[in-house]
């Protein structure tokens, strides 16, 4: 989950894509970067049109494919619906993906959690939930969109964000010493869709240059040019030679679970939608 954005600043991120994307579409020249910006705006989720399912619709789907009952209550995210269903002592999070992300990008994040669960089980990640027909995830068809939807249950992760602690120094070292392991459990994963294209992965950084099309202040444009030119002198030419593994790709306050009472202090990493394969 990614905080939300000031609304004082001047766009959004999803503002400034539809943006450019709108400004191709009109006729504006954008043919140096279009089709990039195009991809890398639909697998980062930033094009994406949460088409509501009915509670009580997504309710009869955890019945018949999970045999799970309870109260459900919608958590607002980015994309994706996402749900908290509580069965008693028990909580599980239910997230059904949007009908224009690709199936296999979601079953690349499931697998990704699925291969932690195992090679390190006492990662404080979360658990997929198997169907009843043993599966980790179920396609639901869909009449919009390019692609069937898919329904995810995990286990829902109790604690508190990190974004609302004030951690001390040695909590902080404990917070890097998670990303570490996190890190280290995941040197051996490999999967077909890792090498997914993200806005915020800084290796495609360079090729956002086109971009600076739209920055109409001279002293932000100076600025901005200036990072890039820095970019590809000093980070460009090494892109090849640096060794790249799956990472979680958004390990930020709002993805951390916390527990200050806690001698690990971290309780859980949640969110693996920004997984991706990286320097």
Known sequence: MRPSFDPATPATDTAHANGVLGDAQRGRDTSSAAAFIDRVASESGLLAEQSQLADSAVLRLLEQFYGLRGRLVRIPTEKDETFRLQNGDAAYLVKL???????????????CMEHLERSAPDLPV??????????????????????????????????????????????????????????QALQDFDHPHADRML???????????????????????????????????????????????VIHGDFSPFNILVNPNSP????????????VRTP
């Open 264 to 275: 690990d202090y971290v309780t859980g990493v949640i969110d693996f939608g920004d997984a």
């Open 97 to 111: 993906s949007p009908s224009d992300e690709d199936p296999m990008i979601v079953q690349f994040q499931t697998a």
């Open 126 to 183: 979360q658990r997929v939930v198997r169907s009843l027909g043993g599966a980790p995830e179920v396609r639901v068809p869909t009449p919009r969109g390019p692609f069937d939807r898919v329904l995810r249950v995990m286990r829902f992760m109790p604690g508190q964000l990190l974004a609302k602690d004030a951690p001390s120094e040695a909590q902080l070292r404990l917070v890097g010493t998670s990303l570490a392991r996190l890190d």
């Open 199 to 245: 806005l915020w992965d800084l290796k495609h950084f360079h090729r956002m240059r086109p971009l600076l099309d739209y920055v109409d202040d001279k002293r932000r444009r100076a600025l901005a040019e200036d990072i890039f030119d820095r970019f590809d002198g000093g980070v460009v030419p090494l892109l090849d030679t640096l060794t790249s593994q």
